[in-house]
């Protein structure tokens, strides 16, 4: 239950079990701690029907006097709503609990705006990678695809026009194939930037199911030798592989696929080769290259996305750590203004209602607070002139 000064307005809860030793009607007293005034409580019945308590001489005289008086008025005693429970006086408690008003505004205007911004930021940025990988993986496939069909395609051309130039050349033997200019100029050809074609002699019926000679080459210190036998070191394991593509060639099919290749500057990478027939002759044309000179530029765009990702994310994850420094300290700055103007106020408020009308509020702020300010200072000029209308009549 809440109890009210009447001589200064101060507000007392009073409340728990004491009332087992208070139902015979006993006087219920204590002094308000601002004015010194003595608050007498009565239970006067169980039914909770309460009554003013006359004080008796003997009890006023052991009543201690107010602390702060304007005149010499008896005290009285305050009447409120049935009294069950008396354990404790308290004064009246602040009502605020909770989430605080800096708490509510970093909340509602920096954790979730910028949970969401962290949220569509990370989204984004996944995206992005996602597209930039797409397109450069989708686009690196379709540059393998046509490298490929290049490569098929250059030897099959290489292989007709051979069949061409020696149905026109039947004196030409294989040992000048190398040597004579037309006749290389055509088996020989540059494929990509260091791919090239041969022209290879494959088994006879009595030869050896390995023994392919090599007859066109680019480096004419291979000339007259053994494929296989040149080959077959120089591939180590990928050499099955290789040799495996001349199996289906000498059949007289077309045929295509990868082996390793050790470049120059000592690296392990993909070369693409294709053979073909050459028809109504003994020989195949090989044609081969890295598959990576198709595809290289995409790999090196790929690269340069992955670069440029990395950097956007970067840029974009310091925007919002400086966005998040910045409204954070604003709403800090800001909400501890307000927030610092309301607890004044309801100081302020607290000190009138126990009595206190001769401060003076002071508050700086040019808007609602402000006026809040004025307002309340207009409410305690009012209660001081009543008070003193008040006094006056008395």
């Known amino acids: 239950m809440s109890v009210i000064c009447e001589e200064c307005g101060k507000i007392y809860h009073l409340d728990s079990d004491e009332v087992a030793r208070n139902d015979k009607g006993e006087l219920v007293q204590f002094e308000c701690t601002v004015c010194g005034f003595m608050i007498t409580v009565k239970d006067s019945d169980k039914g909770g029907n309460t009554d003013v308590v006359k004080e008796k001489d003997d009890i006023k005289q052991e009543v201690k006097k107010p602390k702060k008086s304007t005149s010499d008025t008896v005290e009285r005693s305050i009447v409120s709503a049935p009294v069950k429970d008396v354990r404790y006086v308290q004064e009246s408690p602040s009502q605020f609990s909770g989430i605080g008003l800096r ?50 395609d250059k030897c099959s051309a290489v292989a007709l026009e051979c069949r061409i130039y020696l149905s026109l050349r039947p004196d030409l033997t294989q040992e000048d194939f190398n040597y004579d200019m037309e006749m290389r100029k055509i088996a020989v050809q540059t494929i990509g930037v260091t791919g090239y074609t041969a022209l290879i002699e494959k088994p006879g019926t009595n030869d050896e199911p390995d023994n392919y000679i090599i007859w066109a080459h680019p480096d004419s210190a291979l000339v007259g030798s053994n494929l296989f036998v040149a080959m077959k070191e120089a591939l180590g394991p990928s050499f099955p592989q290789f040799s495996k593509m001349f ?75 400086g966005a998040l420094l910045i409204i954070g300290l604003s709403i800090l700055i800001y909400g501890y203004k307000i927030s610092k103007n309301i607890k004044y106020l309801t100081d302020a408020a607290d000190r009138i209602s126990v009595g206190e009308l001769d401060f003076e509020i002071k508050i700086d702020s040019k808007d609602e607070i402000g006026n809040l300010g004025a307002a309340i200072s207009r409410m305690q000029d009012s209660l001081r002139l009543s008070i003193e209308r008040l006094r006056k009549k008395k």
């Open 247 to 321: 199996e289906e060639a000498r059949k007289g099919n077309t045929v295509s696929g990868y082996y390793t290749w050790r470049s120059n500057d000592g690296k392990v990478r993909d070369k693409f080769a294709a053979l073909a027939s050459v028809s109504d002759t003994p020989y195949l044309v090989l044609s081969t290259t890295f598959i990576d000179e198709f595809t290289g530029r995409v790999e090196a765009m790929q690269s340069t996305a992955k670069k440029l990702t990395v950097q956007t994310r970067n840029v974009t994850f310091g925007i919002f750590v």
């Open 103 to 152: 708490g509510k505004m970093i909340l509602l205007f920096l954790v979730v705006p910028l949970t969401l911004m962290a949220g569509a930021g990370i989204f984004s940025q996944k995206q992005l990678m996602v597209l930039a990988s797409h397109i450069t993986d989708n686009s690196s496939k379709l540059l393998k695809q046509l490298g490929e069909e290049s490569i098929v």
